[in-house]
């Protein structure tokens, strides 16, 4: 299981940074992943590593503002982020796709463990 938490309300141009606790073990192989939705809008992808090699890589509308790390000592995923918008406001999901991949992940649909979701509001 996921849990997601360190979502709040933040104004524009402050930071926030998000947790994933895994209660299970994560095997080197695994891919995890951070997505969000937004009101109004569909799931997209955020940002995803790899276990094994650590592989990152992140959507255009978030590189230079968010960093996706890892804790393999606390099975723990985070994404770190800055220079927050309003237009980031959405409820982020973390995702764990347990199968054997050296890259990252980018469709919701590769990913068949979720979190609970954490909501990020982002005032102007």
């Known amino acids: 299981q996921l849990q997601a938490s360190g979502g709040g309300l933040v104004q524009a141009g402050g930071s926030l940074r998000l947790s994933c606790a895994a209660s299970?073990?994560?095997?080197?192989?695994?891919?995890m992943g951070w997505f969000r939705q937004g009101p109004g809008k569909e799931r997209e992808f955020v940002a995803a590593?790899?276990?094994?090699?650590?592989?990152?890589d992140y959507a255009d509308s978030v590189k230079g503002r968010f960093t996706i790390s890892r804790s393999n000592a606390e099975n723990t995923m985070y994404l770190q982020m800055n220079s927050l918008k309003p237009e980031d406001t959405a409820v982020y999901y973390c995702?764990?796709?347990?199968?054997?991949?050296?890259?990252?992940?980018?469709?919701?649909?590769?990913?068949?463990?979720w979190g609970q979701g954490t909501l990020v509001t982002v005032s102007s």
């Open positions: 995702a764990l796709a347990s199968v054997d991949a050296s890259t990252p992940y980018y469709r919701g649909i590769e990913y068949d463990v």
């Open positions: 299970g073990a994560i095997y080197s192989s695994y891919v």
């Open positions: 590593l790899t276990w094994r090699n650590y592989r990152r």
